[in-house]
């Protein structure tokens, strides 16, 4: 199974596939899309159509997206909140259920610590993924963001085995 990851931003959107075979994950592809134009609609657009042509090339079987958390800069994060949108959009038409994951649960699920700085980020993701080439900070958060929802998917494929194994 396929798991692509996003982690949406205006300027800068990471995201990140990974192959999970029953327990085992590796790395797929990883990138940065550079959002382009002057205008938020054009910016937008931009990564819609960048993220529309990585859902088409790796063909991912699930996704998931980093939830917006509310910080001080109203309008920053309605720009951030935009992005995620134009994320889950593109997940959507492509007719994949879309994970949503808080930042600090993802921390947790790959550091084992909910308030981890990006370079301890990037760092369990080269140890998840051994060999990865990681594009930038962006992009090791959206790996970080795969790898969180592998986990839960694998979580909740034992718990469906277990559930029909008891009855």
Sequence with gaps: MRVLGIDPGLRNLGWG???MAGSRLS??????IRSEG??????LLSLHSALTEIVA?????AAAVEQTFVNKDGAGTLKLGQARGIAMLVV????LTIGEYAPNKVKKTVAGVGHADKSQIAHMVRHQLPGVELAGPDAADALAIAICHAHHLQSAG????AMKGAA
């Design 27 to 32: 790395h797929v592809a990883n990138g940065i």
């Design 57 to 61: 090339h790796h063909v991912p079987d």
């Design 17 to 19: 596939v990974i192959e």
């Design 158 to 161: 034992r718990l469906a085995a």
């Design 92 to 95: 959507a038409q492509a007719g």
């Design 38 to 43: 002057d205008t938020l609609g054009q910016r």
